[in-house]
């Protein structure tokens, strides 16, 4: 009975992640929709760099980079690290901010 | 009237069963019917005749020409279609339907129809277009080839040595970049086998991004302004801005790269 409860509860918890909802928030914190067309994140219709739609599906991040979430949360850091010459700037985001961001972005599939 | 509504809906139903279930087998192990290779190969040489029809064939007899077919045949040609003596590679053993042997070819068809076939490709066969990869003189220059090739002996066909004559500069654009030819060259350069790019049928996969309003967008690669004569530069040489970049070097000449370009920039 206990067992089916925690199972319970841990299912409730999935339905609203709150890595999800708080990557959510702070794609929109950092500004990240200027830049990029950003499914469910209010205003982000950004042309800058190629829309984030299916992101989770794409296959190179960045064109140079194998999509993975670890990958993902790196090239949110430092971009520069793998495209030198990119426009996309380094935001200043922490490793923890960066891999809520990747949970969101990787609901978009 | 009611009759051929339900014969037309069970037929409509039975044909939506074999697709979902499976039951056709694609495999290239399993060849046609022979009722059903007779009826694509027959279909494909008369669609074949027809656009034939309206190719003027140049003076095919001079050496020259002959002599460039044989380098070209060797470099392009060869690892499927094999030679006097010569069997095609392991991969091309395996396609179905197999590619035929040209020294037959050679005494069957009219130079304007192989000349067709080699410029246009054949769909489902694995018979590629060459029109973005040679030109039209190149492609003269096989179909002079073949009848040589046809009367030579395995011994004549391995010993001759043959060099590429080196291209004549046709890869500088010549003409005003057309959207319209742009879009015919994305499908020959199977661009939507990494990007999906609207209207243009085929996989569409999500390797590298959508091409959705790519004419609006600001950065090209995230590294290069966007403009139609940067993406003519970027398509060319993909590396030269973005060194790890994994959108390969598609060895486009400079006219597709622009026309490209053109088709890219009405994607708004």
């Known amino acids: 009975m206990r067992l089916a409860l925690l199972f319970l509860v841990l299912i409730a918890g999935c339905s609203k992640d709150p890595a999800v909802e708080n990557g959510r928030l702070l794609l929109r914190q950092f500004g990240c929709g200027a830049c990029h067309e ?3 994140v209010a205003a982000a219709d950004g042309r800058v760099g190629p829309p984030l739609t299916a992101i989770a599906s794409r296959v190179y991040l960045g064109g140079t980079v194998p999509n993975s979430p670890e990958n993902m949360a790196r090239f ?15 935001l200043g985001v922490t490793e923890a901010h960066a891999r809520d961001m990747v949970a969101y972005l990787y609901t978009l599939k | 009237m009611k009759i051929l509504l339900f014969v037309l809906a069970v037929s409509a139903a039975g044909a939506a069963a074999v697709v979902r279930l499976g039951l056709y087998d694609i495999s290239a192990t399993d060849q046609h019917l ?12 008369y669609s ?5 029809n309206d190719i003027e064939v140049p003076d095919l007899q001079k050496a020259d020409l002959v002599r460039n077919g044989s380098a070209l045949y060797r470099a392009h040609c060869e690892h499927c279609h094999g030679g006097p003596g010569v069997a095609p590679a392991p991969f091309a053993l395996g ?34 277009a060459w029109k973005y990869r040679m030109s039209d003189e190149e492609m003269w220059a096989v179909v002079a ?7 030579m002996t395995p011994q004549e066909y391995r010993s001759e040595k043959a060099e590429l004559t ?29 990007h999906a790019i609207p209207g243009v049928v085929g996989p569409n996969f999500p390797v590298g991004p959508p091409l959705a309003g790519v004419g609006s967008r600001v950065m090209l690669g995230g590294v290069l302004p966007n403009s139609p004569e940067n993406m003519a530069l970027w398509l060319r040489a993909p590396q030269a801005f973005a060194p790890r970049s994994a959108m390969p070097n598609l060895g486009l000449s400079e006219q597709d790269a622009r ?4 088709f890219l920039a009405t994607l708004k």
């Open chain 1, 38 to 40: 950003i499914p469910g």
């Open chain 1, 76 to 90: 949110i850091r430092r971009p520069q690290d793998f495209v030198p010459r990119t426009a996309m700037p380094d």
């Open chain 2, 34 to 45: 022979a009722p059903t290779y007779w009826l694509l190969d027959t279909a494909m040489k």
């Open chain 2, 48 to 52: 074949v005749r027809r656009r034939g």
């Open chain 2, 95 to 128: 396609m179905t339907p197999a590619p035929v042997p040209l020294v037959h070819t050679a005494r069957a068809w009219r130079p304007q129809d192989v000349f067709w076939v080699v410029k246009e490709g054949i769909k489902m066969t694995g018979m590629p």
């Open chain 2, 145 to 151: 080839f073949l009848p040589a090739m046809a009367a």
């Open chain 2, 166 to 194: 080196p291209k004549s500069d046709g890869r500088i654009a010549a003409k005003a970049p057309d959207p319209a030819r742009g879009r015919k060259a994305v499908e020959q350069y199977a661009c939507v086998t990494c």
């Open chain 2, 259 to 262: 026309d490209i370009a053109a």
